[in-house]
C-alpha cells in the first residue's frame, strides 16, 4: 500500500486515541468521572460506556454519575457526518454536568452553527498532534469544548465563569503551544 492509501486508512481509523499528556492536563483541571466513549482498552476514566451498551441508546446518566460531575468523550471519528449526533447525544446527556469533547475542527459546517457553538461555553484550539496508536500528526485539526458544569455556574454565573476560565486558561495555556 503507497503512503498516500496507508494515510487514507489512518485517517478512517474511528478509534483515534487521547494522548495521555493531553489528557491528564485536562483531567488536572476538569477531574473527569465518566468516559462516554471508551473500550476497556481505551478508557480514560474507570467509569466508561463502551459500543456494545451504546451511548446513543442511552436516555439519563443519573445511575452512573453525579449531576455535577464531568465528563469526557472523544467520538468515534466518522468521515460521513455521524460525529455530530454522538456530540448532540452528550450535550444532552450532560444535562447540568460538565462535558469536555475532543473533535475534528469544522468552523464552517452546519453542525458546528447548529450544535457546538451554541452547546459549548468555550472552544480552544490545540496544536494539531499525534493521536494515541497513530504513527504520525493527525491529518485534521481537532477542538477542545467545554460546557462548565452548572455546579461551577451557580454563584454568580458570569462572575463565576470568568473565575474559571481565568483561572483554567492558565492550566490549559500549554495545551495551547
Ligand atoms: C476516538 S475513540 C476514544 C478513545 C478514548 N476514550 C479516548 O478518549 O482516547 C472512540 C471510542 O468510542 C467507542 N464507541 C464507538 N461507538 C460507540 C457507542 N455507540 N457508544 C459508546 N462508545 C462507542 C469506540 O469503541 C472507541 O473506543
Redesign the pocket.
Known amino acids: 500500500m503507497g503512503k498516500q492509501g496507508k494515510n487514507v486508512t489512518e485517517t478512517r481509523r ?5 494522548p495521555d499528556d493531553l ?1 491528564d492536563k485536562l483531567n488536572d483541571v476538569f477531574d473527569f468521572k465518566l ?5 476497556k ?4 476514566c474507570d467509569l ?4 456494545d ?5 442511552f436516555g439519563t446518566l443519573d445511575n452512573i454519575c453525579g449531576q455535577s460531575d464531568y465528563i ?6 466518522k468521515s460521513n457526518g455521524g460525529t455530530k449526533d ?1 456530540v448532540k447525544k452528550a450535550l444532552e446527556l450532560s444535562g447540568s454536568r460538565g462535558l469536555v469533547c ?1 473533535i475534528p475542527v469544522a468552523t464552517g459546517n452546519k453542525w458546528w452553527a447548529e450544535i457546538v457553538y451554541p452547546g459549548f461555553d468555550s472552544i480552544i484550539f490545540p496544536r494539531r498532534f499525534g ?2 496508536g497513530g504513527k504520525n500528526k493527525s491529518m485534521f485539526d481537532c477542538a477542545i469544548c467545554i460546557k462548565w458544569s452548572n455546579k461551577d455556574l451557580t454563584v454568580d454565573p458570569i462572575e463565576k465563569q470568568s473565575q474559571l476560565i481565568v483561572k483554567n486558561i492558565g492550566q490549559l495555556v500549554d495545551i495551547i503551544n
Do not use: R, V
Open positions: 474511528e478509534d483515534w486515541g487521547t489528557f468516559d462516554l466513549c471508551a473500550s482498552h481505551n478508557k480514560k466508561f460506556i463502551g459500543e451498551q451504546d451511548i446513543m441508546s469526557w468523550i472523544n467520538p468515534p471519528y454522538f475532543l493521536f494515541k
